[in-house]
Structures are given as structure tokens and as C-alpha cells.
């Protein structure tokens, strides 16, 4: 098994336009790459680095397919919180992908479970995830895999814990109409990808990343099954990597670092 690479510099911007560098050297070696996505304000740097590639250097994603890695149980895709709204927004009518190849999981079907089951099956039939953009939650989640999540799970109905829906209910108005449940990929299902790229910024994600990249490997912080990966590549800004058992002038020289853990 590959060692974890974590990369670490000195800005959250510098390490956004990293990650979206090298998904962007991913498409240019296969422009049928089939792409995790995922959300939230970590990822709004990514995504405008990508649309900027595109613009600016014919950054092809024409033949890329995409797969989401979560939705809310019954918000329409043109509700501005609905994760298809943000993608859109944020990236897909900004750039030459087809839409039919652009794949959320639908928060608003009327059998879940069958939902659930039609986004694996479709996954399968396009060949799997060839690289899977992760973000981290503050308890640890990944994708909206609450901590004691199954780490074999697959794409599942999820009811939202008390510390996602305190982390996320800001962004509703107000934040009650927040919905208590999601669609979401599964620990399996997440790490069945060939590779993963873990996006962190910022202090107030220092320590659940220290925990998750250094701690044991366990369901009570799902990020930490990232350890057991194959290749899995972290992109952290040095405020997200404070925590680490990692000397500081490392740290401090972290803007080219390339760390390998075993």
C-alpha cells in the first residue's frame, strides 16, 4: 500500500488552486475522467481555479463525468441551498461539460432507498470513481458519513447529526428549514474510488484532521479510513495543519513540503 502524501501550504488559496491543479492534470491525462465532487466553502476556491483553467488555458471537460457525493432529502435541484444549485453555480455552467454527465443523487425521489441503489448501480456502469474530491467535516465526516457510520457503507439515506446541522444551518433562512436528513455516498462507496484528494483549510479544522491523519482508524471519525486508502493524496493549508505531529520548521517550510506518512 502507497503512503498517505500530505501536502501542506502556506495559504488556503495556494492550496485550493493545488488541488484543483491536480484535478485539472488528471483531465488532461484522461478527458474521460469520471470525478467525485464535492461542496461547501472549501470547495468554492477549487472550483473557480477550475473554471479559470478553463477559460484561460481551453481546460477540456467535454468527456468528464461527475458524481456528487451527497443532496438533501427534499430540496429541488433549484432550491439555492439544493447541492445541484450550488454546483451549478459554482462550476458546471461555466464550463463545457455535458449536463447529462454531470450526476447528484436525487433528494427528491419518492422511493429513497431505490434512489440510493440507482446512483451505485449508475456509478458502476460509468466504471467507478476514478478520483474523488473530499472535504472534511468538523466531526469528521466525509461526504455526510456522520461519525459511527458503517466504513463499508454504500450511497445511503443519512440523518444529519446535531454538529452538521449547527455546521451547516447558517446557510438556510432561516437555518430551521434545514433538512435533517441527506442522500450520500457511503464510506464504501467513497473509498472504492482509485484515488482520493482530501481538500482542508483553516484552524477551525486543525484538530479533527490531526485526528483523522494520525489517530486510530475508526468509525467515530470517518475521515480516518482515508489512512487504509491506497492513493490518497491531503492538501492542507498550514492553518489546517497545525495539529500535526510534524515539527514546525517543516511547517514553516511547507510551501513545496511533500510529507509521506506510513
Known amino acids: 500500500m502507497a503512503p498517505m502524501e500530505v501536502f501542506i501550504y502556506p495559504t488556503a488559496q495556494t492550496a485550493a488552486d493545488q488541488a484543483a491543479d491536480k484535478i485539472a492534470e488528471s483531465l488532461r491525462r484522461n478527458p474521460r475522467l469520471v470525478l467525485g465532487l464535492a461542496t461547501g466553502s472549501t470547495m468554492e476556491p477549487v472550483y473557480a481555479r477550475l473554471v479559470s483553467l478553463h477559460r484561460d488555458t481551453g481546460l477540456d471537460f467535454s468527456g468528464c463525468r461527475t458524481f456528487n457525493l451527497d443532496e438533501y432529502v427534499g430540496l429541488p435541484p433549484g432550491h439555492p441551498n439544493s447541492y445541484r444549485y450550488y454546483m451549478e453555480q459554482h462550476l458546471f455552467r461555466h464550463i463545457n461539460i455535458n449536463p447529462s454527465n454531470t450526476h447528484l443523487p436525487d433528494g427528491m425521489a419518492a422511493d429513497l432507498e431505490a434512489e440510493c441503489a440507482r446512483y451505485e448501480k449508475l456509478m458502476a456502469l460509468n466504471g467507478g470513481i476514478d478520483l474523488q ?37 447558517p446557510h438556510f433562512i432561516p437555518p430551521a428549514q434545514m433538512p435533517a436528513s441527506a442522500l450520500t455516498m457511503g464510506m464504501g462507496s467513497i473509498l472504492a474510488a482509485r484515488r482520493c484528494l482530501l481538500l482542508g483549510t483553516g484552524e477551525d479544522k486543525a484538530q479533527i484532521i490531526a485526528e483523522a491523519l494520525e489517530g486510530p482508524r475508526t468509525n467515530r471519525i470517518p475521515a480516518s479510513a482515508l489512512q487504509q486508502h491506497p492513493h490518497c493524496i491531503v492538501i492542507l493549508d498550514q492553518l489546517a495543519a497545525n495539529h500535526l505531529c510534524l515539527p514546525q520548521n517543516l511547517l514553516s517550510l511547507a510551501q513545496t513540503a511533500s510529507l509521506r506518512r506510513e
Open 133 to 169: 474530491l473530499l472535504g472534511i467535516g468538523q466531526n469528521g465526516h466525509l461526504g455526510f458519513n456522520e461519525p459511527l457510520s458503517a466504513l463499508d457503507s454504500r450511497t445511503h439515506v443519512q440523518l444529519l447529526s446535531g454538529a452538521t446541522r449547527a455546521q451547516n444551518g
